[in-house]
């Protein structure tokens, strides 16, 4: 039997585990993905990609590439409600509302004040192979797709795993220092005895995946529209561009319905169910997949047993309502690939890897439960314009024809309405959610202050350089060029950054970096350093002195500051290194 050895083996080639394959590269770190499927996934399913999301793509150079086949944000920068998608009875095609959404409209400059990148829409059919690619490039010969994990052991200092060619039947023994269950929860952590906690789901739906011409009756600018039929609450569905043209001249579409019972749908029967929901009769249809799914709302109880790790839907699976599954998996992948580096470089000991689960498990908490609060309030909304499944069959039509009254009493359903669509900001605006979570225990050095107050919808961000918190962005330039604060990390070693008065800081940074065995970029933005603060951006949201300083890890994450001078830099930053790494 053949067999390799490597420092980390990563099971599944979806979009967390691919990313993982990108960062570890980037990190120079030597693995194996292995992917059972021969290709990637078939399927568009996660489609939103958020700001931190690209963030994080623009520091590993994915972003242009994503770009180049996303859809711009004027394509689906808004959320809208509408009663049927065609029809010509009264009640038929018809605008209930719109908002801004997920960074558009008038949320752009918004969005566009935190972060270097606004959010995007590239569904995981046409982003996974962008990653591959990327990971491919970095590690020619290492992504194995048509391969799976069949079994694997810890053995305490090295995990063994029997990896089969799907299409050969041939099985490799891979010996890894870590395995990293990207699977999506299919298999590595309940093998290693990790239990998914959360309520027992009861909400299945189905997606049908199709192409057809739908550019005569669609209404493009949306992440989704939702469809509430004035008939029956089972006509009801939801849409969304799937690609790959955006707007008018989308061919592929993403088309949520109520399930009925298991099976009731296939590639051939569902064709009449779409012609009757979109109320086109004859339209040409071509059906790619219907899916049957479970809505679930759970997170694992450890995201580490010994030398096996898990991330992404592995670690956390939600309802889609506000994007953040594949999101908070690529961001998990993100937070792991520099401590397993750094682990494996030999600069931290094993213990860094526990901060892992100390970070990312109460991020995962939290984007599970806000997504499960945001799709049970997007019920309460539907439900209060008689939209809702809890709206009989036979009262829709009149709750609906009362939204559209143009009487007095009209007025006030609709201005009624308003309010209560505003609320739903909280499911489509929470930018917050997207780029403010942060640690509060882990790899980071608390210097004691609190965390800034959060508004209950997360629809306003306050960018702080709070240990644990993302670098706060700021527009800089240098020589000329302009670049975010973020752009400073690179791909790899943490960042110093201080102020023009914070020489002190820098001198002291490559003996420090060389005690530890780590990169340290030291850095300094302000009058006459080398980074300039052209617009004043930088010194808004530093909350530093030009004296202090500002410790940034691979992730972009802070791990410590000062606000001002310290007597001794040296031995301040040496504490701090041998905190942050548990040394
Ligand atoms: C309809 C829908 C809409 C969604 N919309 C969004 C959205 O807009 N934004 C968002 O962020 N999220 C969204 N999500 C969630 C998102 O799709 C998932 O969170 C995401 O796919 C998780 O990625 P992953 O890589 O962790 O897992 P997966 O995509 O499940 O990938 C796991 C991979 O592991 C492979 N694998 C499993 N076992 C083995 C093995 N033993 N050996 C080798 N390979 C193995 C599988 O074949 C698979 O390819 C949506 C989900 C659905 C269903």
Not at 552 to 575: C, F, K, M, N, Y
Request: aromatic content about 6%; overall charge negative; some cysteine.
């Amino acid at each position: 039997m053949t067999s390799i050895e490597v420092p980390v083996l990563i099971v599944g080639g979806g979009g967390c585990g691919l990313s993982a394959s990108v960062f570890l590269s980037d990190q120079g770190i030597d693995h194996l993905l292995v992917e059972r499927h021969a290709d990637t996934s078939r399927v568009p399913k996660a489609h939103y990609l958020n700001q931190r999301t690209m963030e994080i793509f623009r520091q590993h150079g994915i972003r242009d590439d994503v770009l180049a086949e996303a859809a711009p944000l004027d394509k689906f920068g808004k959320v809208r409600w509408a009663t049927t998608f065609a029809g010509d009875g009264p009640l038929d095609a018809r605008r209930i509302h719109e908002m801004d959404a997920f960074g558009g409209g008038e949320l752009t400059e918004r969005y566009g004040a935190a972060g270097p990148e606004l959010p995007s829409k590239l569904p995981q059919m046409w982003l996974e192979p962008i990653l591959r690619r990327h990971a491919e490039q970095r590690s020619p010969g290492r992504i194995l797709f048509s391969h799976e994990v069949i079994d694997f052991s810890d053995e305490g200092d090295h995990v063994v795993a029997e990896v089969r060619n799907v299409e050969t039947g041939e099985v490799i023994t891979v010996k890894a220092q870590y395995l990293l269950g990207a699977d999506g929860g299919r298999f590595v952590g309940s093998k290693v005895g990790i239990e998914m906690q959360g309520p027992p789901s009861n909400v299945n739906t189905t997606t049908v995946y199709f192409s057809a011409d739908l550019s005569q009756w669609w209404e493009e600018g949306t992440l989704i529209t939702h469809y509430l039929s004035p008939e029956d609450p089972d006509l009801s569905v939801n849409l969304i561009e799937m690609g790959p043209s955006w707007g008018k001249a989308c061919e592929q579409w993403g088309l949520h319905m109520a399930p009925g019972p298991p099976g009731r749908w296939d590639n051939e029967t569902v064709v009449d169910r779409i012609r009757e929901v979109l109320k086109v009769p004859d339209l040409e249809v071509t059906v790619h997949k219907v899916t049957d799914w479970i809505v679930n709302a759970i997170l694992a109880d450890k995201y580490r047993v010994g030398r096996v790790l898990i991330a992404g839907d592995a670690a956390h699976k939600q309802p889609p309502a506000v994007g953040l599954g594949l999101n908070t998996g690529i961001q998990d992948a993100h937070n792991i690939a520099w401590k397993l580096a750094a682990v494996l470089n030999g600069s931290a000991p094993e213990s860094l890897i526990d901060t892992y689960e100390a970070e990312r498990r109460p991020v995962g908490r939290e984007n599970v439960d806000w997504a499960v609060s945001a799709a049970q309030h997007h019920q309460v909304v539907i439900d209060a314009i008689g939209g809702g499944h809890n709206i009989p069959a036979g009262r829709r039509g009149q709750r609906l024809a009362a939204y559209f009254d143009p009487s007095p009493l009209g007025d006030t359903v609709r201005a009624r309405a308003l309010e209560i669509f505003d609320t739903h900001r909280g499911g489509c605006q929470s930018f917050e959610m997207e780029v403010g979570f942060a640690y509060e225990e882990g790899a980071v050095v608390s210097d004691g202050t609190e965390r800034p107050a959060r508004v209950p919808m997360r629809d306003e961000h306050t960018p702080t350089s709070r240990p644990g918190h993302r670098l706060p962005h700021a527009w800089i330039t240098r020589d000329g060029e302009r670049l975010s604060t973020l752009d400073l990390t690179g791909r790899t070693g943490f960042t110093l950054i201080t102020g023009p008065e914070g020489t002190a800081w820098s001198e002291a940074a490559p003996r420090v970096a060389e005690k530890f065995s780590v990169q340290v970029n030291a850095v300094r933005i302000g009058d006459g350093a080398e980074y300039a603060d052209v617009d004043g951006g930088w010194e808004a949201v530093r909350q530093i002195t030009g004296a202090g300083a500002l410790l940034i890890r691979p992730d972009q994450h802070v791990a410590w500051r000062s606000t001002g001078a310290d007597e001794d830099a040296e031995r301040a930053l040496t504490e701090v290194f041998a905190t942050i790494l548990d040394r």
